[in-house]
């Protein structure tokens, strides 16, 4: 049964409304309704096609992604040939490129188009009637190949010009680039995947392009900028180039924002300032900007050189990748004990600095690359990103090398490196005891909710290490007043005030000095369970993982940190110094949890709290024998809200859980 005249007004006027709407949200960027409004056209439009599949058109939004893989592309032949462009890249060869028009068209003053170079590829669109009939791509410029399945997965790319004084037949040449941020989205989403990753945003989308099942294509972030036109028939353009983007654009098609008409060389160069300086904030990778005479008649009389035009020239920017040679690779430890593999290179000029090294960060991203020493690589510096290394050129790499390793023991103390599983950093474990976490491990050990030393701030632990007046944080108990006058901004009273601060240190309690000592994976919570748990530094420093693990809340992650830690020799023996120093603490009751005030409640924390921070809100909890947990469920007694509490307490709301406010839970706390 054909579809009745009804329904097919309504199909028509939905394809109209969902175009509209297609257009000002992917071409403009200025979307009127919201996304869920404009799924229900959609789903509309397509619930008629499905009942009367001849309303079905080719210009339908339903059809972007249509048809079965193809078993390769078929070729296209450009009725015009897709040029390219001649390079500068100086400003003595723009002047050069400017003269000679000068002197061609004997006149002195030239205006020209100037455009952003977008770093993605060159596609051509056919447009017949209006209708989206091919899109294919440069290939060599004579003959390229038909992706119009894939073309039409496009977005910002209409199936349908907007309009009808356009001519009958319109070829509408420009880039298909990805956004730099579809680029990062892309990656992490193969990276989770286990899928190879994209060097930059440039092969991403050419990649993306050509992939034969168009429904691959259309799950990637592609859009389309026009730079040109091509084949005209029927029909006439404004004789400015200027002038034809602007009516290309009318009809629908996306171009790109930064185009500017500019008077002679001082405007190109002018231009060129301009975006060097805001190519970082641009959402798209540009390799350069164009400058085009902008009258037709005077491009006309220019003609052409080779394969480029004369009227036309490409002054790149420096170039953002390049490649050198791994002299060596280097592993750093950070002031936490992070490896970080480090590559030291030939030095390279990218990016507009000298680059010399660069992060390999850990040691999955050095398989995943799989860089060694003697490889020649490819360094991208984009905008004030650090420098990185983005792949190995293969067919460079030199016979006898070999695949590089973290090393098992800390470069810089010896202790043994842990790599936690499922975490891609590799930790040196001599915490106390390692020069290059030394500052870190002060610092953290006298802090507040640590052994709490006033006046041992930043600036003095620098000092003291600096000058090798202490090596471990035992030493810290040794320094005499005479030692600390002798420093930068210390007068004899603060001097006295410190030793004083330093001596009441000493009185501390078990879960203070397990959460000083700084273990990896141990917080104020996890320290303060095992000194519960415990009782006592002895049992403790003697357990095995699996006793670790019998500790509530402690996972094998934890449990294998500790273990490592108190195994290490020079870690022992800074904790028995610390004990022959004076620190100590009150015997603590082993702690029979059934016992306490909370016991056998569960509580959840959301929210910012202004008396305490989360953990100490959930330590708290926690000395007194409640479980604090992550989520709201029907287990949950009480949801402990502070300022923006977000979902979990719309959660807490739905099952009627307590809700306790900051005032509340300090009252709980006290009494
Ligand atoms: S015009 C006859 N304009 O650069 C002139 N090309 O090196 C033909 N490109 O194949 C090209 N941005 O892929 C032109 N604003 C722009 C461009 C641009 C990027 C690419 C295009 C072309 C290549 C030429």
Request: hydrophobic share 40%; glycine share 8%; net charge neutral.
């Amino acid at each position: 049964m054909p579809a009745p005249k009804h329904l097919a007004q309504r199909a028509a006027k939905l394809r109209e409304q969902i175009n509209y709407h297609n257009h000002r949200y992917y071409v403009l960027d200025r979307p009127e309704i919201p996304d869920s409004e404009f799924d229900r056209l959609v789903r509309a439009l397509e619930a008629l096609e499905n009942q009367y599949p001849e309303l079905i058109t080719a210009d339908s939004p339903t059809q972007r992604v249509g048809g079965t893989p193809l078993p390769e592309f078929a070729q296209v032949r450009h009725t015009v040939p897709m040029l390219s462009l001649s390079n500068a890249f100086t400003d003595t060869e723009v002047s050069d490129f400017v003269r000679r028009i000068h002197e061609r068209l004997e006149l002195n003053e030239i205006e020209f188009c100037a455009e952003p170079k977008m770093d993605g590829l060159a596609v051509s669109l056919v447009y017949e009637r209006g209708l989206l009939v091919q899109g294919a791509t440069r290939g060599d410029g004579t003959t390229g190949e038909d992706v119009t399945q894939n073309i039409r997965t496009i977005h910002s790319i209409p199936l349908r010009l907007i309009g009808s004084d356009y001519p009958q037949v319109l070829e509408v040449r420009g880039e298909v680039v990805m956004t730099k941020r579809g680029f990062a989205e892309l990656n992490r989403r193969q990276q989770d995947k286990g899928e190879k990753l994209f060097v930059n945003p440039r092969n991403a989308a050419a990649g993306s392009l050509r992939q034969l099942d168009p429904r691959l294509t259309a799950l990637r972030p592609l859009e389309f900028m026009c730079y040109g036109v091509g084949n005209v028939e029927n029909g006439s353009l404004p004789d400015k180039h200027s002038d034809i983007l602007q009516r290309v654009q009318q009809w629908g098609v996306r171009v790109s924002a930064q185009l500017e008409v500019v008077q002679g060389l001082e405007g190109c160069l002018d231009y060129y300032r301009r975006m060097a300086t805001k190519r970082a904030s641009l959402p798209f990778d540009i390799d350069g900007v164009v400058y085009k005479v902008n009258r037709l008649a005077q491009q006309e009389q220019m003609g052409f050189v080779a394969k480029a035009p004369r009227w036309a020239v490409a002054h790149k920017f420096p170039a953002q990748e390049e490649m050198t040679r791994v002299l060596a690779i280097d592993v750093q430890v950070g002031r936490t004990g992070t490896l970080t593999p480090v590559a030291r290179l030939e030095p390279v000029f990218v990016g507009g600095v000298t680059v010399t090294n660069a992060t390999l960060h850990n040691q999955d991203e050095i398989e995943r690359k799989d860089v060694r020493v003697g490889d020649t690589v490819i360094v991208r510096r984009a905008g004030d990103v650090i420098p990185e290394v983005v792949g190995v050129v293969l067919s460079k790499r030199p016979a006898h090398t070999e695949t590089f390793h973290i090393p098992a023991r800390c470069p810089v103390c010896g202790s043994e490196v842990q790599r936690v599983e499922g975490e891609s950093a590799a930790r040196c474990t001599g915490g106390l005891y390692c020069s290059a976490q030394r500052k870190e491990a002060f610092r953290h050990f006298a802090s507040r909710r640590a052994l709490d030393i006033e006046g041992l701030g930043e600036k003095l632990v620098d000092q003291l290490v600096e000058k090798k007046q202490v090596s471990t944080v035992a030493d810290i108990f040794a320094l005499t007043q005479q030692q600390l006058v002798e420093l930068e901004r210390m007068g004899p009273k603060s001097a006295a005030n410190l030793i004083e601060a330093i001596e009441k240190s000493k009185a501390t309690t078990l879960p203070r000095f397990l959460y000083a000592l700084g273990i990896a994976n141990v917080g104020e919570a996890t320290a303060l369970a095992l000194a519960q748990h415990f009782g006592n530094l002895d049992d403790l420093m003697s357990a095995d993982e699996e006793k670790f693990q019998q500790v509530e809340d402690i996972g094998p992650v934890v449990a294998r940190s500790l273990h490592t830690f108190f195994q290490q020799q020079h870690n022992r023996e800074v904790i028995q110094k610390l004990v022959q120093a004076g620190v100590s603490w009150p015997a603590m009751e082993k702690r029979i949890v059934e016992t306490l005030p909370l016991a056998g409640k569960t509580f959840v924390i959301t929210g910012t709290l202004s008396s305490m921070s989360r953990d100490d809100a959930k330590a708290r909890l926690q000395a007194l024998g409640a479980k604090v947990s992550g989520s709201v469920s029907q287990k949950t007694d009480y949801l402990v809200a502070g300022a923006d509490p977000g979902s979990k307490h719309d959660k807490a709301l739905e099952l009627g859980v307590a809700i306790l406010d900051e005032a509340a839970l300090q009252k709980l706390i006290a009494s």
